[in-house]
């Protein structure tokens, strides 16, 4: 006859008013299934209420892990409710097994949580973490500001070859994704303007729209938007892999400013290469242009140059070139800031350029609308 597959059972008893006696008989096996201790649980509410728990196992067959996991849910039990259990009438073996498991305690984030988190404690979480984000990046700055003040002095201290590399890196090697992404975006923007006034029979404003819109705005935010991904996740990268080997901590121990020696001249660096590369941008939209209102609108060569040349203004290059200056130095903040703050580890350093990129665009679009409520306040 087959072996039936039933879960084991405690004889639960209660030999006198104080004592609560489990007693384990047959055989305890997982593949019988695991037994529980609600029983016991309800036991230990009824009046009068036992002041301990005996277990036992006189009868007891063959047994395996199904057993220890009962008695130590009969521990946590227990101690829940701070009731002595008496285990001495169980098996050496067993009571050295949940002696064992009992002593290493249970790993914090492994039990399945019981419900979701309260949303006033999600806003709460957030308003402070964007709040020391605020405080990070203005005492960032605030760093980077000495450090530009101890320059001017000439009390900065950092290598005169960091800063060339730096603009190498940043400067003459962004040319070529630069040219590209300025000519498609004048490509772009040509189209786009010759679709809209061919209604009107206009086609010949394309090179009024190409010229004031790459001149005035999208040079300067597509270059730095290119170097924020190209450039600014670099930095980052780099110093959130000196952070990781302590490298940082090193420079602070001999007394060397860590924001003088490696902010410092990658700031210098994209401030004095994204102006260049604006003026670059501007032409590689121009000439964006150029392809779409000569070789699509069968616009006179003269006649488009002529527009181009007409509504080309000194203001539109100065502001354009004063956002590129401005814009040069978000990103290698955000750059240098993020990687500075990087943890530890390999994977600390890669959510660094993430973030270093991210922050790089949000400091971008926000500077720049408020540049464009400032300058339409006073009329430039």
């Known amino acids: 006859m087959a072996e039936r597959n039933t879960a084991p059972v405690p004889v639960i008893d209660r030999p006198d008013d104080r004592t609560l006696e489990v007693r384990c008989d047959g055989d305890w096996l997982i593949g019988k299934g695991m037994p529980s201790v609600a029983e016991v649980g309800a036991r230990l509410t009824t009046a009068p209420a036992p002041e301990r728990v005996r277990v036992t196992a006189a009868g007891l067959g063959r047994w395996d892990a199904s057993l220890v996991a009962f008695v130590v849910g009969l521990e946590t039990?227990?101690?829940?409710?701070?009731?002595?259990?008496?285990?001495?009438?169980?098996?050496?073996?067993?009571?050295?097994?949940?002696?064992?498991?009992?002593?290493?305690?249970?790993?914090?984030?492994?039990?399945?949580?019981?419900?979701?988190?309260?949303?006033?404690?999600?806003?709460?979480?957030?308003?402070?973490?964007?709040?020391?984000?605020?405080?990070?990046?203005i005492a960032?700055?605030?760093?980077?500001?000495?450090?530009?003040?101890?320059?001017?002095?000439?009390?900065?201290?950092?290598?005169?070859?960091?800063?060339?590399?730096?603009?190498?890196?940043?400067?003459?090697?962004?040319?070529?994704?630069?040219?590209?992404?300025?000519?498609?975006?004048?490509?772009?923007?040509?189209?786009?303007?010759?679709?809209?006034?061919?209604?009107?029979?206009?086609?010949?404003?394309?090179?009024?729209?190409?010229?004031?819109?790459?001149?005035?705005?999208?040079?300067?935010?597509?270059?730095?938007?290119?170097?924020?991904g190209r450039t600014g996740a670099a930095f980052a990268a780099q110093l959130g892999t000196m952070q990781a080997n302590e490298e940082i901590d090193a420079l602070a121990t001999l007394g060397v400013p860590p924001v003088d020696f490696l902010v410092l001249p990658r700031m210098l660096a994209l401030m004095l290469m994204m102006p260049l590369l604006y003026v670059y941008s501007v032409f590689a939209g121009m000439l964006g242009g150029v392809l779409v209102g000569i070789g699509m609108l069968d616009l006179s060569p003269t006649v488009y140059l002529e527009q181009t040349r007409s509504s080309f203004t000194a203001t539109d290059f100065l502001v354009g070139w004063g956002k590129s200056v401005l814009f040069g130095a978000l990103v290698a903040i955000a750059g240098c800031m993020r990687g500075i703050q990087s943890g530890r580890s390999a994977a600390a350093v890669g959510n660094a350029a993430t973030s270093a990129v991210v922050t790089a665009l949000v400091y971008i679009i926000i500077s720049d609308a408020l540049l464009a409520v400032l300058l339409n306040t006073i009329g430039v």
């Open 77 to 137: 039990l227990c101690r829940a409710r701070s009731v002595p259990l008496d285990k001495a009438g169980l098996p050496a073996g067993v009571r050295r097994l949940v002696d064992l498991a009992l002593a290493v305690p249970e790993k914090a984030g492994t039990r399945r949580a019981g419900g979701g988190t309260p949303v006033l404690e999600v806003i709460g979480t957030a308003t402070l973490g964007v709040w020391r984000s605020a405080q990070d990046t």
């Open 140 to 228: 960032f700055i605030g760093d980077a500001t000495l450090a530009f003040s101890r320059l001017l002095t000439g009390k900065a201290r950092f290598r005169g070859s960091d800063l060339l590399l730096t603009v190498q890196e940043s400067g003459a090697q962004a040319l070529a994704i630069t040219a590209v992404i300025s000519l498609l975006v004048g490509l772009i923007l040509a189209f786009v303007g010759a679709v809209q006034l061919r209604t009107f029979g206009a086609e010949i404003y394309v090179a009024n729209l190409v010229t004031v819109a790459m001149t005035r705005e999208m040079a300067a935010i597509m270059t730095a938007i290119v170097l924020a």
